[in-house]
């Protein structure tokens, strides 16, 4: 150690630290208040960081951040167990310079984060707790075994389509056992284009397996005590089904992490993008950042209650006296996320036909 080292006391003082996270490397990008210092590689440690960042700036305080993704919340945990401040970031709130957009590399990343760092731009997405992470892994696992199921029926189809084999008119919305049965029957000239559909059609059998039982898993989920007075509250608001209801609660965690409804609103993403300048104010379409999860549930909801709900349905005509019918209806998807706000802050079950 140097005698620099040695008597180097960075008490009080705060170093930014962005990481731009890999399988095998990180590139690690340090601002001193607002200095630049260097960008370094790094192995995907978080005690090689931590050991380094400590070795380095004795006392100081540290903040890390790195960009949500693939890599999900584990190196935050074990950066705050070592005492180290540490952000989870969404991609689109980290600014970018002309050079970024032309130039991409992971050191230029790093080093944006740590940048919005410093500048105090930035702030952390929710962390959930390993627990409700973990139940939520369930259920997006679901959504995207929905997704192979989608693709393995349309290869099928493709298939049909690419030799000729039309499907009978009584199939032709339905992937029903019969029809399964008479996709094995289908006589195919060469024993390799048998091969093919059979496989085909195992993958999608395997598929709807996993599909039916993590089915159960969830069902099993939603009844436990953890879930089940919740799961009661707000499925009683008309349109929010099981599913939509356990999704909601997942995806949130927390009602009370979002100070208004607007703050909930823009997380689920159903408000219009605004452009402003001057006297002139355009609202535009649907924003396109939002909650995947969630904002499609919702829309969906929304046609379910205005069929349930007379207050909803009594909006929704109005609505669509002066606009289209797919604006109203996000209007009204809106205002059903607004009434799932109010029951789960308030611990009370929803009435219908309220109008307000």
């Not at 935050?76 to 980290?94: A, F, S």
């Not at 892994?137 to 290869?155: A, P, V």
């Not at 289209?324 to 009370?348: E, Q």
Request: include cysteine.
């Amino acid at each position: 150690m140097t005698k620099l080292q040695q008597f180097a006391d960075f008490s009080n003082k705060k170093i930014f630290v962005g990481i731009d996270v890999h399988k095998k490397s990180w590139s690690v990008s340090l601002y001193y208040e607002q200095q630049y210092l260097r960008t370094f590689s790094q192995p995907p440690s978080t005690e090689a960081l931590a050991v380094f960042l400590k070795r380095e700036f004795p006392q100081a305080n540290f903040t890390c951040g790195y960009e949500s993704g693939f890599s999900g919340f584990w190196i935050q945990r074990q950066l705050r167990e070592k005492g180290l401040t540490c952000y989870v970031l969404h991609p689109g709130d980290i600014p970018h310079t002309v050079k970024h957009k032309t130039a991409k590399t992971d050191a230029i990343d790093s080093k944006s984060i740590a940048s919005a760092l410093s500048a105090g731009t930035v702030s952390s997405i929710y962390i959930p707790d390993p627990k409700a992470e973990n139940d939520r892994t369930l259920l997006r696992y679901r959504q995207r075994l929905l997704k192979d199921i989608k693709r393995c029926k349309n290869r099928i189809k493709s298939f049909l389509f690419q030799f000729g084999i039309p499907i009978p008119d009584r199939y032709e919305r339905s992937w029903s056992k019969p029809f399964v049965q008479w996709l094995n029957d289908i006589s195919i000239e060469y024993p390799t284009g048998r091969l093919a559909l059979s496989r085909m059609i195992s993958q999608l059998e395997l598929l709807r397996g996993s599909f039916l039982q993590v089915n159960k898993d969830l069902r099993l989920l939603q009844k436990s005590a953890e879930y089940k007075p919740l799961m009661d509250i707000l499925t009683s608001v008309s349109g929010v089904g099981p599913l939509t209801a356990f999704t909601l609660i997942l995806e949130i965690a927390d009602i009370n992490r979002f100070s208004s409804f607007r703050h909930l609103n823009s997380f689920v993403g159903l408000y219009p993008m605004e452009y402003s300048s001057g006297e002139h104010e355009y609202k535009g379409k649907i924003t396109v950042r939002r909650n995947h999860f969630l904002r499609d549930l919702l829309v969906e909801a929304a046609w379910t209650s205005i069929r349930h709900d007379p207050a909803m349905l009594l909006a929704y005509e109005s609505w669509t006296q002066r606009m289209t019918a797919k604006r109203a209806i996000v209007k009204i998807a809106r205002k059903l996320l607004s009434r799932i706000r109010y029951v789960w802050i308030n611990k009370t079950v929803y009435v219908k036909g309220v109008v307000k």
